[in-house]
């Protein structure tokens, strides 16, 4: 990431987790990559939970280890959620997120994306969790200078 930019909040608990990332879905324009980085547990569907929300989706959000990709439909976008935590060799899930990328009418979050970073751009938000006790999260947001848009004002 060429000039990226950081912010770094403290989350209290689950309903400050969701606010937050509910404001970076209010201000998605479409075409935009998130990489969600945390332990297991950490918060990441959590995460992609609030993001839809302030997207505007109605939809349940659940965890897509199992079925390794969800879609959510939003009011002008629909959110892929991409889980890649038990696939050693994402095969064809590879290609379903390559033909997803760059596509301004979605928006991208994919969890345990080291099996598919060499498809990821460059220009994507990168969503760092960290555990600071049961509920307790510092959630770090980095960002291009092209995607500055989604942390302004946060």
Known sequence: MNTALTLKIDSTDLAATLHF???IGHRVRGG???ELVSDLGGGKTSFVKGLAQGMGSDDQVHSPSFTISNQYRAREFTLYHFDFYRL????IMRQELAEVLGDNAVVVAVEWAE???DVLPVERGIIELRT???NERQ???TVPKSLAY???KT
């Open 21 to 23: 990332a509910a404001g």
């Open 139 to 141: 959630i770090t947001v």
């Open 88 to 91: 050693a060799d994402p095969g």
């Open 132 to 134: 600071r006790g049961e």
């Open 115 to 117: 099996a598919v970073s």
């Open 32 to 34: 935009e990559v998130f």
């Open 150 to 152: 989604l942390i302004a």
